[in-house]
């Protein structure tokens, strides 16, 4: 029996999806992500296009030079950072760079007919992905175009406030009364965090968490939804010893009824656990959430009494209401 050596670039002809994802809009967010880490997350404005039957435009405008993103179109298979640009050439059977200007490329592709590849048929699925990408990249603009006859449908996806979009539509069509509501946008040793950290007063409501980390979404949590949790709870602690009230206890089980938690970290490479990057795994991002949040929380609460003293009392074991927390 024979035994086949493939060079990289043919491998990634064979088996794409092995480096990018299961079809072309996982390479569409790559390459937004690849530019963004290159143009160290200035400011961007992407086109995605679908111009028809295998026929796709990806645009990229600063207003810095996206010379050195366009250059790993032709960079070396053997470095493994990168690896949008590259195989997108690779899979590709027509394809062209157009520069209109060292702020501005158009690039033009088909995906070879040789190769196993499916690109683009759902446009509505890329378009949820795109908005997604523009909410974690905020600096970032994003247009969506599908130009075949038969749909001509275009988006366009711009969020500066970030996350907090996401945040203040959960907080509009969330039942019940909100007892506070704590904006956190910091950057801390590199990494900036967007936090959005509110309280229902209805009955027993079930906690509402978002939590992204880069470009992922990390749908169970981890590192940075239990550092909020933990500064949550250590910033309650700090406020009842301060005010010396003796019959309250805080217990994490009462810290998610109610909550409604939608966050972000933004930051160099992060480890992530589960086969689909369930949860964030960063010790160091879990204390950085923790003391951001202990110290917003007692900082809104020193300034605000009325609003300590109205979430503090779900915490008074003296008081019959507070089991229904």
């Known amino acids: 029996m024979s035994i086949k050596v493939f060079e990289l670039k043919d491998h990634v002809r064979i088996r794409p999806q092995m480096y990018i994802g299961k ?19 200035h400011s961007i404005d992407f086109l995605v296009a679908i111009n028809g039957n295998n026929d796709f435009v ?42 209109i ?41 994003i247009i969506t175009k599908d130009r075949r006859p038969s749909i001509e449908q275009q988006n366009f996806f711009s969020f500066p406030e970030g996350i907090f979009y996401l945040f203040s539509q959960e907080i509009e069509n969330a039942p019940g009364q909100h007892q506070f509501i704590l904006k956190i946008d910091e950057e801390i040793n590199g990494r900036q965090y967007q936090i959005g950290l509110a ?3 209805d009955w027993k409501p079930r906690p509402f968490v978002l939590s992204f980390a880069n470009e992922v979404h990390t ?12 500064g949550l709870q250590s910033g309650l602690r700090k406020y009842i010893k301060i005010e010396e009230m003796q019959s ?59 609003i300590a003293d109205s979430f503090v009392s779900r915490f008074d074991t003296t008081n019959i209401f507070n089991k229904m927390f």
């Not at 809009?25 to 997350?41: C, E, T, Y």
């Not at 949040?293 to 605000?304: E, G, I, Q």
């Open 101 to 141: 200007s060292d702020k501005e490329y158009e690039v033009h592709f088909s995906i070879d007919k040789a190769v196993k590849f499916n690109m683009i048929d759902d446009y509505f699925q890329l378009a949820q992905e795109m908005l997604q990408l523009s909410l974690i990249f905020r600096k970032h603009s």
């Open 219 to 230: 749908t169970c949590g981890g590192s940075l939804v239990n550092g909020v949790i933990d």
């Open 248 to 306: 309250h206890i805080v217990r994490r089980k009462k810290l998610n009824n109610g909550l409604i938690l939608i966050c972000a970290v933004q930051g160099n490479e992060f480890e992530y656990g589960g086969s689909w990057k369930e949860t964030l795994e960063n010790d160091s991002v879990q204390k950085e959430a923790e003391k951001l949040v202990t110290t917003k929380l007692l900082d809104l609460f020193s300034s605000n009494e009325a």
């Open 199 to 201: 309280y229902r007063s």
């Open 58 to 99: 990806f645009k990229i405008k600063s207003d810095l030079s996206c010379s050195n993103f366009i250059e790993l179109f032709d960079s070396d298979f053997k470095n493994h950072d990168y690896i949008f640009p590259k195989v997108l050439k690779a899979i590709s059977g027509n394809f062209k760079i157009i520069e």
């Open 23 to 41: 079809n072309g809009i996982s390479l569409m967010k790559g390459l937004i992500v690849d530019a963004s880490k290159r143009l160290k997350n």
